[in-house]
């Protein structure tokens, strides 16, 4: 049997051995829209709690821009062009506008980068600014929230009349879902924001998890700190498989981006019957798969159907390395889930840590196997001896310890694939289908 995994930019077709009953888990949604400029225009000028973005925009004299960096494949080609146009009918200047690309604490966009983010015209045309964490001088202090987190956010944001985020919604690894609030948090916060919101705090709560809203510690959180840098309206998106748009989202950023994740719910989450004994899995290809660190959410979002103790194999490209110096860092000194959860429980967060901090969390509970042939195997600490050089050998290492017979999960897009098992979570909402192996 062949299977082509999301692989870097080109793929990679991966044999399997026969003997395990395989079960490929696809991402579903509802299909593309049939317009999306036309569902696009739809959403900004009959928003979900907002009054249409022109008549929003009206009387304000600048707009910030928040979208997403390389990392996320948000159409911000496809959804900017409407949004700047309603702003200058409105009486906003181009020279009025600033767009932030919501880097958090990762690397700055380059100039290709941001052609390949906005489209040339745009790049060119608007101010546009790579956010930096890390330059304490650059934010504005808003205080504390109520559970303590200091609150920093980009000045360029806070300076500017009207605040809008542009994201895409899927589920996340630790907020349950993208887009939204998470273009404000971490996307244009201080550093020291982002380092309080990744601590073990929020990470090492069951609800801060893939699919989870209700409950979730983080996500709450996050909406706060939107709140107090004036978070005004959105412009979010849910994607095929295909990454076309399935559903646009724009208005309130509560409203509409709880919308959005009832849609996502809905018409993307497929159903197992049972658990799998094992999962081979990727991080769904470029751009998620550039760096090790990003891989990870392939992982997690694969821990939720596959039996207790039961392996999962990664699969990513990782063309960029390990990631940032912080993450390689870390990385290299790891050795082994348990004491690396106990070395961070009581020290000050260092950047990055939270997403070693996830492994470490699911390395608990199940082996972890990797075939990432862009993370040199020096890098990876403790990780070293489940990394393999060849597909194939990876492959084998899984299947070794399981029946001859078992039920093997194989999740080609990794973390864009919303599947869980029946029972699981009983905060999510029951899809229409039900498979099994």
């Excluded at 990392?71 to 900017?80: E, K, S």
């Excluded at 082996?367 to 020096?378: I, L, N, S």
Aim: charged letters at 25%; one cysteine or more.
């Amino acid at each position: 049997m062949k299977t082509e995994f999301a692989f870097g930019k080109k793929g990679l077709t991966v044999a399997l051995p026969e003997g395990p009953q395989y079960r490929l888990i696809l991402s579903r949604s509802s299909g593309p829209v049939a317009d999306p400029a036309t569902a696009i225009e739809v959403a900004l000028d009959a928003p979900i709690g907002r009054p249409p973005l022109a008549q929003l925009a009206a009387g304000r004299k600048s707009a910030a821009i928040s979208v997403c960096d390389i990392t996320r494949p948000a159409p911000n080609r496809v959804t900017l062009p409407p949004l700047l146009e309603r702003l200058h009918r409105a009486g906003i200047p181009k020279e009025a506008v600033t767009i932030l690309i919501a880097t958090g604490l990762h690397r700055q966009a380059t100039r290709d980068e941001l052609n390949a983010i906005l489209g040339p015209d745009i790049a060119a045309g608007y101010r546009i600014a790579n956010h930096d964490a890390r330059d304490r001088a650059a934010h504005r202090s808003l205080g504390s929230t109520r559970r303590g987190t200091p609150v920093f956010i980009d000045e360029r944001f806070m300076a500017a009349d009207l605040h809008i985020t542009l994201g895409f919604i899927e589920q996340h690894l630790m907020l349950g879902f993208s887009g939204g609030r998470k273009l404000v948090a971490p996307g244009v916060a201080g550093e020291e924001t982002i380092r309080t919101i990744h601590s073990p705090r929020f990470m090492r709560e069951p609800a801060a998890t893939e699919g989870s809203i209700e409950g979730n510690p983080l996500h709450a959180e996050l909406l706060e700190i939107a709140a107090m840098a004036g978070h005004d309206f959105i412009l979010d998106v849910t994607m095929t498989r295909e990454r076309e748009i399935s559903g646009v989202f724009a208005g309130c950023p509560v409203n509409a981006h709880a919308a959005g994740v009832r849609f996502l719910r809905e018409h993307s989450m497929e159903r197992l019957a049972e658990a799998a004994d094992a999962v081979i899995t990727s991080a769904a290809g470029y751009p998620l798969d550039l760096t090790f660190y990003q891989t990870i959410k392939g992982i997690t979002a694969a821990e939720h159907i596959v039996k207790p103790r039961g392996p999962i194999l990664l699969l990513g490209e990782c063309a960029e390395g390990i990631g940032s110096p912080d993450f390689a860092e870390k990385l290299r000194a790891y050795a082994g889930p348990e004491n690396y959860l106990r070395a961070i429980a009581d020290t000050p967060v260092v950047p990055d840590q939270w997403q070693l901090e996830k492994l470490a969390l699911t390395e608990r509970n199940h082996k972890v196997f990797f075939y990432t042939p862009g993370a040199p195997k020096r890098e990876l600490g403790a990780l070293a001896d489940q990394s393999y050089s060849s597909v194939e050998a990876a492959i084998a290492a899984l299947l070794a310890a399981l029946p001859k017979d078992a039920r093997v999960a194989l999740i080609p897009e990794g973390p864009y694939a919303y599947a869980r098992v029946d029972g699981q979570a009983e905060a999510e909402r029951e899809p229409a289908l039900t498979s099994s192996f």
